[in-house]
Nanobody
Framework: QVQLVESGGGLVQAGGSLRLSCAGSGRAFSTYGMGWFRQAPGKEREFVAAISWNGGSLYYAGSVKGRFTISRDNAKNTVYLQMNTLKPEDTAEYYC?????????????????WGQGTQVTVSS
């Protein structure tokens, strides 16, 4: 069992930056592939970014590529999402998720453990 807790969300103006953190529990955390997803009001949850267990593979949704950076520190059981040049359309609840297979995945169904989410609001 892995518990995930997101933090770092908030209100920011367009063009600003935020860094989200996802703290995980358990020694197995370092073996899990991790992902960030987001859900805007009235929309389905969508993939944002993913990272393999050792950080060797990264993947981003086209809408955030070049602006967001996913990283992880396995010694701290934490995954990060650095978000730069934020846009109003980035406003959403952001969730981190873990999948035991360890590899990179963009598919929600492959993720077993989910955090409660952190709200990001970007004003224009």
């Amino acid at each position: 069992q892995v518990q995930l807790v997101e933090s770092g969300g908030g209100l920011v103006q367009a063009g600003g930056s935020l860094r989200l953190s996802c703290a995980g529990s358990g020694r197995a955390f370092s073996t899990y592939g991790m992902g960030w997803f987001r859900q805007a009001p009235g929309k389905e949850r969508e993939f944002v970014a993913a990272i393999s267990w050792n950080g060797g593979s990264l993947y981003y949704a086209g809408s955030v590529k070049g602006r967001f950076t996913i990283s992880r520190d396995n010694a701290k059981n934490t995954v990060y999402l650095q978000m730069n040049t934020l846009k109003p359309e980035d406003t959403a609840e952001y969730y981190c998720a873990a999948q035991p297979a360890g590899r990179l995945s963009t598919t929600q169904g492959q993720y077993v453990y989910w955090g409660q989410g952190t709200q990001v609001t970007v004003s224009s």
